[in-house]
């Protein structure tokens, strides 16, 4: 009689292998699928967001496994990757209101980090006991995994994910606003790596016309023939400020908004390029003199790609005109490639925070200060532009800066963060004050043009200018660009020389034009992209990259492209 045919492993037979290998080790194996669980459903919010999460889920696992077989410890790393995802997207979101996406990999790099632990002096131990406690218990988790998948399985598995994310980030692609919200970190990370590759596939990094049958000129380096002397240039980057008397309700110190007003006694609008942070994108603007809005889902990285790559701008405009050029900075050069988007631009002598002994966080008085010292240094009959990027008034305001300055300090009775704000905003106006006076003193005889910007408003501004809004209505209102989020001021002052007149110097002017504003109040010949960026500015009333939805920008970046300016974008 033939024997009876093998039924295979019999529930018995499986809970005895379950049992041999043990609670911890399996509890191993199911620990870190069972807190994604946990996490996808406290940080998603909907079907799409709770898919894409499963999808991410599955490819970090799958590559791991395929790269260790042990599911244990891949799930582990997993697990620790995502977290480590939703807290750094968290710190974005608290720092410019908005999560992380795919692109921020560009941001991981030695001196982002450590402007990040300058900023919070805490983090630096919190990443070193997370460290001692996590690679321990990888280690153990590599020694308890007792099972072992083949790799070829497992790379089946990561391209199934990664196929079925594509496809249903294509078809029904995320909201740019969702971007605003303060969930779905995971979810809105994964999908926004498969939009980022298609934008970059379809339209590279910078938006621009096909082609123009215009074209400008390129200037030459002789060409520049200024009528009088021409007077020292100082921009300066006025962090985080803007006139908060544009918030009802909010009780400012007697005084407070003369900072805010030119040499004529007029008060300005510059319309920055973001809100609640990301200060390179004004950086971009007021150097380079173009939108950073042109690289849509790129802009957060607008210094990083442009460097190297955008050879236009306001420093070599005026080392055509005979300047020399140097800037201040009040971080690491290499942060958001600062060093080498400034030098693009024509910036010859970048001092950053190492090079000017800069010890944390330093008062405007730092940094008005060091800019005295050097232009002092240099040939009095040479003409100096000098960019002084300042930091005091960088975030967080929930601690006080410097409690020894400015003692007779008296709180107007605000929230505590907005009080901090005016205090910090206070010490910036006197140091400025005294930075002109030294300028008066102790170089009597020269010229000086001296202009300043707020680059973007602090990210509590929203709640102040709209207390009754929800988080999703907020974010529309930054989607779209609303101008009471992006409007901060720009002030023009002299000493010993007298502003030029010009229809450029406008009441509100779109960031990139500041670089045009520069040259007419200082009485500077325009070379051709900057005339043709004046008839722009002109004709669009000082509107750049939202005149005509963008085809004024598109077509200005093509004639820059054409000329050589701009190069592999």
């Not at 990370?189 to 990094?205: I, L, P, Q």
Request: glycine content about 8%; overall charge positive.
């Amino acid at each position: 009689m033939a024997p009876a045919p093998n039924p295979g492993p019999s529930a018995t037979t499986l809970a005895a292998g379950l049992a041999a290998i043990g609670f911890w080790r399996l509890s191993a194996v199911a620990a870190p699928h069972i807190s994604a669980l946990a996490f996808l459903l406290h940080t998603e919010t909907d079907f799409g967001g709770r898919m894409g999460f499963a999808l991410a889920w599955g490819i970090l696992n799958f590559f791991f496994v395929a790269l260790l077989r042990r599911p244990a410890l891949s799930g582990a790393l997993s697990l620790t990757l995502v977290v480590l995802l939703v807290l750094l997207s968290r710190l974005k979101h608290d720092v410019v209101q908005m999560t992380a996406n795919f692109v921020d990999l560009m941001v991981i790099d030695r001196d982002t980090a450590a402007y990040l632990f300058t900023i919070f002096p805490n983090l630096r131990w919190s990443v070193v006991g997370a460290s001692l406690v996590i690679l321990p218990l990888m280690y153990a988790l590599w020694w308890l995994d007792p099972f072992r998948i083949r790799r070829l399985p497992a790379t089946a598995g990561l391209l199934a994910c990664l196929a079925s994310l594509a496809g249903y980030s294509i078809a029904w692609p995320d909201e740019a606003w969702r971007g605003y919200y303060d969930d779905g970190y995971l979810s809105k990370f994964a999908r926004s790596g498969v939009t980022a590759v298609s934008d970059f596939v379809n339209y590279g990094f910078m938006e621009s016309e096909a082609v123009t049958a215009e074209r400008l000129k390129v200037p030459l380096v002789d060409s520049c023939h200024v009528a009088g002397r021409r007077p020292h240039i100082i921009m300066i980057h006025d962090e985080s400020s803007f006139d908060i008397r544009q918030a009802a309700g909010v009780k400012v110190p007697p005084g407070y908004g003369s900072h805010f007003k030119s040499f004529d006694g007029r008060e300005r609008k510059f319309m920055a390029e973001s809100s609640g942070g990301a200060s390179w994108m004004a950086e971009y603007n007021v150097l380079a003199g173009l939108s950073s809005r042109s690289f849509g889902r790129f802009s957060y990285f607008v210094t990083r790609i442009a460097s190297g790559r955008v050879e236009r701008g306001l420093p070599l405009a005026l080392r055509r005109c005979g300047y020399n050029t140097i800037s201040l900075y009040p971080a690491y050069g290499a942060f958001m490639s600062a060093r080498g988007f400034q030098t693009s631009t024509g910036i010859q002598h970048f001092y950053d925070a190492r090079a000017l002994g800069a010890k944390g966080i330093e008062p405007d008085s730092f940094f008005y200060d060091k800019a005295v010292n050097l232009i002092a240094e240099q040939p009095a009959n040479t003409p100096l532009f000098t960019f002084v990027y300042l930091a005091a008034n960088h975030f967080p305001w929930e601690t006080k800066f410097r409690p020894d300055l400015l003692p007779s300090w008296r709180a107007p009775g605000n929230e505590r963060v907005v009080d901090e704000y005016l205090r910090r905003q206070t010490l910036s106006a006197g140091d400025y004050a005294a930075f002109v006076a030294s300028l008066k003193k102790k170089f009597p005889a020269q010229p000086f043009l001296i202009v300043r910007y707020g680059d973007h408003q602090p990210e509590f501004s929203s709640n102040l200018l709209d207390p009754g809004l929800d988080e999703a209505r907020v974010a529309r209102k930054f989607d779209t660009h609303d101008p009471r989020y992006f409007t901060t001021y720009y002030a023009i002052d002299a000493v010993n020389f007298e502003p030029v007149k010009s229809s450029a110097i406008m009441d509100t002017i779109d960031a990139p034009y500041l670089p045009l504003v520069i040259q007419e109040a200082a009485g500077i010949p325009l070379d051709p992209s900057f005339k043709e960026q004046k008839n722009i500015m002109l004709r669009c009333n000082g509107v750049f990259y939202a005149c005509k939805d963008g085809a004024e920008a598109r077509r200005f970046n093509r004639l820059l492209i054409d000329a050589g300016f701009i190069k592999g974008l």
